[in-house]
């Protein structure tokens, strides 16, 4: 987390700059974009934006946000994929780069920051299922989280999401119809795949408070995770 504020910090420095064009910029603020939005795709998780930068054109992948086409934004860093297929759009991009966020120039200049999303939400689904024997439910795993730390559970529920290749790894998105406080939705990764709908039993390891950076941080996330069923 760290990263995204030491960005937000370094984007308020530079809202003086708004009004140099792209060359100026660009020479000034290493390693920051500043980019024009084009094109927006929206998915339950994701918000797909096609942006332009000195005449190139690049797609890139954030926490589901509000865009606006024809305004322009700013983002540094990011992990690319190439040849990304997204299940949810049955579309192939070339090329993406998944980002915890982007910041607007006009929030920018009103001294003001669309901090970028420390996780990534899931809207609740209608499930409801019974826990095997031996396994919990997702809200005994965040009502007693710590009990769980480090150790290896089953929980039994449905896809919600399922998205593949993010960083080497694929990422599922669990529900049991449980919800402790709010806290619904279980984020796992794993090798395997999986189809949103499917009722599975992920095995895996949980792990507190996992920051990969890029705003991808978790209070609670099984890590390692397999489906047994």
Request: avoid cysteine; charge should be negative.
């Amino acid at each position: 987390m760290r990263l995204i504020f030491t960005f937000i910090a370094v984007l308020m420095f530079m809202s003086q700059s708004i009004g140099q064009n792209d060359g100026q910029f660009n020479r000034n603020h290493t390693g920051i974009h500043k980019v024009l939005l084009l094109e927006v795709l929206q998915t339950n998780s994701y918000t797909y934006l096609l942006v332009e930068e000195n005449d190139s054109s690049q797609w890139l992948a954030v926490p589901k946000m509000v865009a606006e086409t024809g305004e322009t934004y700013y983002y540094q860093g990011g992990n690319e994929m190439r040849d990304f297929k997204s299940t949810t759009l049955n579309r192939t991009f070339e090329s993406v780069i998944f980002l915890g966020g982007v910041v607007k120039a006009k929030s920018m200049g009103n001294k003001k920051s669309d901090a970028p999303s420390s996780k990534v939400k899931s809207d609740k689904i209608e499930v409801s299922v019974s826990p095997v024997e031996g396994s919990i439910t997702i809200a005994e795993l965040f009502s007693d989280k710590e009990k769980y730390a480090g150790k290896r559970v089953q929980i039994k529920g449905k896809v919600a999401q399922f998205s593949s290749g993010i960083m080497g790894k694929n990422w599922i998105h669990l529900q049991d119809g449980t919800d402790f406080e709010g806290k619904f939705d279980l984020v796992a990764t794993t090798n395997m795949d999986a189809e949103v709908g499917d009722v599975v039993i992920l095995e895996g390891k949980i792990t507190l408070d996992k920051d990969f950076g890029y705003g991808y941080f978790y209070e609670v996330i099984m890590e390692e995770s397999k489906i047994v069923q």
